[in-house]
């Protein structure tokens, strides 16, 4: 094992699969994702937990909301920017634009990340890592437009509850466990998206 | 996926990691499998349930206790044939004789399967399917010694309350959900044990 002690791992509610507005905690089961990306999420979860009670490691595990800020690559901000930057007078949004979720800033998960790996030591330490709010879609395609200057933009909606195939259109993270620890996200899910516009802006 | 519509998959009770003496329903959570075996159906779980909600695909999920039956060709029933062929006045025991499972017979495998896949058209269905009752690992012993005709056999412990690293001493599985859709094991843990031990002799 080259000497590893402990590992942290990013898994997300992903695993949880579609429950609609229920919020869920770290206990809930049964597991099963609808998406691909969910299942290699909770299939790491398992062999990162049978890894360290077989080989006397401990595991960090934390079940992240969409994570947004600087150096985003992808996802509903980056998107929405892009498309914006192409065309300033219409707004492809994937989906009917009510899909609801916890974004939470980069600089959160990494304070959250500390702050766990500081004051838990057991074998395996699991935690919901969000926001205690929650942005829809249509939302995000407003203050992006806000914030890039643009008007009278057209959103034209793909239909559907869902953005794509095996996307959770509702998210609600039961966050008791991690508050109960003592840390709560310093930015709501409407500060970390707005702050996440600009950042993605200037970069 | 080559026109696949459903599909069945033997998962077991290593999902569920080291509950001790808890009766576990198939809603319990978190899943932190302590083997990698465990580790292994959970993934297989996990990307089965994505697979059937992304390309529209129906799964049958079973948790499975112990199964034991002729022709097996590895477990404590097999292991303690094999050594008492070799020496029958000695048997190493792994462990310390007190985990404790459920066996259940090949037979009634097939036929839970077979209700199971019968009776549900969910998109997951998943299912524990396990016997009412729990056999202890020197029972196992004693029986093989009795139906073998040996006498006098001196047990041996390894000692320590798991068998070997990762093995769960203790499973109890909360089996309310099959019952209630009108399926039990036809033979219970003593006599799934004491068939498989004659048809392992036979063959």
């Known amino acids: 094992m080259n000497g590893v002690r402990s590992i942290i791992y990013t898994s997300g509610s992903g695993i949880y699969g579609d429950q609609d507005a229920e919020p869920i905690s770290e206990d809930f089961g049964p597991l099963l994702p609808i998406s691909l990306y969910g299942a290699s999420k909770l299939a790491s979860e398992g062999l990162i937990s049978a890894f360290c009670n077989l080989f006397d490691m401990k595991a960090y595990i934390f079940r992240l909301a969409n994570v947004v800020g600087a150096r985003q690559t992808h996802g509903v901000i980056y998107d929405f920017i892009r498309k914006l930057k192409e065309n300033p007078t219409s707004l492809e949004i994937l989906g009917n634009g009510t899909q609801s979720k916890s974004y939470i800033h980069v600089q959160d998960v990494i304070e959250a990340v500390l702050f766990v790996t500081d004051h838990c030591s057991d074998v395996i330490n699991l935690y919901n890592v969000a926001t205690d709010d929650y942005v829809d879609v249509t939302t995000i395609a407003k ?48 500060q970390a998206i707005q702050k996440s516009i600009q950042e993605v802006l200037e970069t």
């Open 143 to 190: 203050l992006v437009v806000s914030q890039m200057g643009c008007s009278n933009v057209e959103f034209r909606y793909t239909g559907g509850k869902r953005g794509w195939k095996g996307d959770v259109p509702t998210v609600r993270f039961d966050l008791g466990k991690i508050h109960q620890l003592g840390w709560k996200a310093r930015y709501s899910s409407v």
